[in-house]
C-alpha cells in the first residue's frame, strides 16, 4: 500500500489540481461523501457533532455534515474561529449548510458534548506543523474530545498528530476510526502515531493512479507480499533454490547460527553453510544436520574465530560457491574479526546481510564497504544503529524514518531497522514500514531468524529489496500466526521457525502439492 508524508501528500493534492484540473471543490464533495458512508456504516450515528477548522479539512467535515443532514441524521456543528485562514471552498460549503439550516453551536463544554454519540474531528487534518500551545482553544478542545468517551472519528489525520512524524504536536485527538484521503500518512502507523487511531481507512477522492507512480514508500501489508512472491518452481532441486553461507558463532553463542541456518531452511533454500570455529562445531551439527558445517581454527582462548588466514580457509573448504553471505549471527564482537567481515565482503562476489556482531565490529566504518559495490543487507537493532551512526538511542527512536534514510544514502545499502513497525530504507527503492510482527516477539534470537530468513530469500535469486521486504514481513507474520494462538509474550525464535513455512504458503500456494492432488483425484 502506498504511503506518504505530509509534504508528499500536499504534492500529490497539487498535482491532481494542476495536472488533470480536477477542482478541489469536486474533491472535497467526494471526501465528504465518501466519509459519511464509512461513518454511516461503521458507527450508524444518532446524533452527531462535527468540530471543524477553517481549512480544507473543515470543508470535508462541512461536507460530511451536509450528507447528515440530508439523510435525516442529527447533525450539529461547532466551529475553530479563525475566519482569516478560511479557504474558499470552505466558505462555499458553510454558506451551503447556513442555507440548509444545519444547526452551529456557538460554545462546547462537558454538558453540551455527551449529548452526541459521535464526535468528527475535522479541525487540522494534515495541515498542521506547530504545536498546539496548553492554553490555547483548541488544546481545551481536543482535550474535550478526548474525554468525553464518545466514539470519535478524524478526518484524514487526528487533530494534533504530525502526519510525517506520527509525533503529538502538544496534543492530538485519540480517534476510534481515521479516515485517510487518497493515501496512508506515514505518521498513521508509526511510533507514537498508531496510539492515536485504532482503525484506518484509506479512500481515493478522485485522484488518478498515475500521481502515485513516483511514489516508491509503500506500507508492507498482505497486498505488497502477494505482489512479490513467486510459487516454487515443481521442478526444482536444491541447487534451484540458491545456497546461503553463514558465517558466525562463538563459544558464548552457538545457538545464533542454529537459529539463522534453521530460518533459512524454513524460508526455502536449497542449501545451507555453516561456517563456524572448531569449538561451536559439533553442536551446531548436532542441531542442523541437513547443513554442511565449515570448522575454522579458533582464536587463541578458544572461543572465537582466528582471523589469521580466514578467507583462504574458507574458500578451500566451501564445496559451491554461496549465493547469499550472511554475517554475524553470535560472532562475538572483538575488533580482530573486522578483518574477516571486510574480507569476506571483498573476496566473495555474493549478496550480504549483516547482522548483529558484524555491525559491532565494523561499527561507524560500515560505510566504507560501499567501494566493494556488493548488494548488501544491514539489519541492526536500535542499539546498533546508535553505534554505527554515531546517535544515541534515543536520537534514533525520534526519528527511525529519517535515521534509515540517512544510513540508507550514505552507505548505499539496504537498512533493515527493526523494531515497532521496522524500516526498510533504500535509496533506489524507497522506504518501506513493515505492518507484520509485534512485542510478544522481543526475545533473544529473533534477529538471527530474521537474518537467515532474508539470506535465504537473497540465496533464491529475488531481487535484494523483495527478499528485504518478503524476509522482515513473513517473520512478523509468523509471530502474529503465533499472537492468535498463544498469549502475546514468549514467542521464541523456534516458533518462528515452526510456522514460517505455513506463513509463506499463506500467500503462495504449494504448486508441487495440487499436481500431486490433482493426479490424485483423476485416478
Not at 462546547?108 to 492554553?135: M, P, T
Not at 497486498?223 to 526444482?236: C, D, Q, T, Y
Not at 513473513?474 to 502474529?480: F, N, R, T, V
Not at 504449494?510 to 483423476?522: A, G, Q
Amino acid at each position: 500500500m502506498i504511503i506518504t508524508n505530509a509534504k508528499e501528500s500536499k504534492n500529490i493534492d497539487n498535482l491532481i489540481s494542476k495536472k488533470y484540473k480536477i477542482p478541489s471543490n469536486i474533491r472535497m464533495e467526494i471526501a465528504g461523501l465518501e466519509a459519511f458512508k464509512l461513518i454511516n456504516s461503521y458507527f450508524k450515528p444518532k446524533r452527531s457533532l462535527i468540530i471543524i477548522g477553517t481549512g480544507n479539512n473543515g470543508g470535508d467535515g462541512l461536507v460530511l455534515a451536509r450528507y447528515m443532514f440530508i439523510n435525516n441524521i442529527s447533525c450539529d456543528i461547532f466551529m475553530m474561529e479563525n475566519s482569516k485562514k478560511a479557504s474558499v471552498d470552505f466558505k462555499n460549503n458553510k454558506k451551503i449548510a447556513e442555507k440548509l439550516n444545519i444547526n452551529f453551536v456557538k460554545s462546547l463544554n462537558k454538558n453540551k458534548i455527551s449529548r452526541y454519540d459521535l464526535i468528527v474531528d475535522a479541525i487540522f487534518g494534515i495541515g498542521l506543523n506547530r504545536d498546539i500551545q496548553v492554553k490555547s482553544p483548541i488544546y481545551k478542545i481536543i482535550k474535550l474530545i478526548n474525554e468525553s468517551k464518545k466514539n470519535i472519528c478524524s478526518l484524514d489525520c487526528p487533530s494534533g498528530l504530525c502526519s510525517t512524524t506520527g509525533k503529538t504536536l502538544g496534543i492530538s485527538v485519540l480517534a476510534k476510526l481515521t479516515i485517510t484521503f487518497d493515501s496512508l500518512k506515514t505518521g498513521l502507523v508509526i511510533d507514537p502515531g498508531y496510539k492515536c487511531s485504532k482503525n484506518i481507512h484509506v479512500v481515493n477522492i478522485g485522484a488518478p493512479n498515475e500521481v502515485f507512480k513516483k511514489i516508491k514508500n509503500t506500507y508492507l501489508d498482505d497486498g505488497e507480499i502477494k505482489k512479490i512472491i513467486k510459487p516454487r518452481s515443481m521442478s526444482g532441486n536444491k541447487g534451484t533454490f540458491g545456497h546461503t553461507l553463514i558465517i558466525g558463532g562463538c563459544k558464548e553463542m552457538p545457538g545464533a547460527v542454529i537459529i539463522a541456518a534453521l530460518s533459512a531452511y524454513k524460508a526455502g533454500c536449497g542449501l545451507v553453510t555453516i561456517c563456524v570455529p572448531k569449538a561451536i562445531s559439533r553442536i551446531v551439527k548436532s542441531k542442523v544436520p541437513e547443513a554442511i558445517v565449515i570448522e575454522m581454527d579458533v582464536s587463541d582462548d578458544g572461543c572465537y574465530f582466528n582471523h589469521i588466514n580466514f578467507i583462504e580457509s574458507l574458500k578451500n573448504k566451501l564445496r559451491k560457491k554461496p549465493s547469499a553471505i550472511v554475517i554475524g549471527p553470535g560472532m562475538g564482537n572483538k575488533t580482530y574479526l573486522k578483518e574477516i567481515i571486510v574480507k569476506t565482503i571483498k573476496e566473495f562476489n555474493s549478496k550480504f546481510v549483516l547482522d548483529a556482531d558484524a555491525l559491532n565490529c565494523l561499527n561507524k566504518s560500515i560505510k566504507d564497504l560501499s567501494q566493494y559495490k556488493r548488494d548488501m543487507v544491514i539489519t541492526p537493532h536500535p542499539g546498533e544503529m546508535a553505534s554505527v551512526t554515531g546517535k544515541t538511542i534515543r536520537g534514533i527512536q525520534e526519528n527511525r524514518i529519517q535515521n534509515a534514510e540517512l544510513l540508507a544514502k550514505k552507505s548505499n545499502m539496504i537498512i533493515v531497522l527493526k523494531g515497532f513497525r521496522t524500516i526498510i530504507s533504500s535509496v533506489k527503492d524507497g522506504t518501506h514500514i513493515n505492518s507484520s510482527g509485534s512485542s510478544a516477539m522481543a526475545t533473544g534470537g529473533m534477529g538471527d531468524s530474521l537474518s537467515g530468513i532474508i539470506g535465504s530469500f537473497l540465496a533464491q535469486n529475488y531481487e535484494t529489496i523483495d527478499a528485504t521486504k518478503l524476509g522482515v514481513f513473513l517473520h512478523g507474520k509468523s509471530g502474529d500466526m503465533l499472537l492468535k494462538k498463544k498469549h502475546d509474550r514468549g514467542i521464541l525464535a523456534r516458533d518462528i521457525i515452526r510456522v514460517l513455512p505455513e506463513a509463506i504458503n499463506f500467500f503462495v500456494k504449494n504448486s508441487v502439492l495440487e499436481v500431486r492432488n490433482y493426479i490424485k483425484n483423476e485416478n
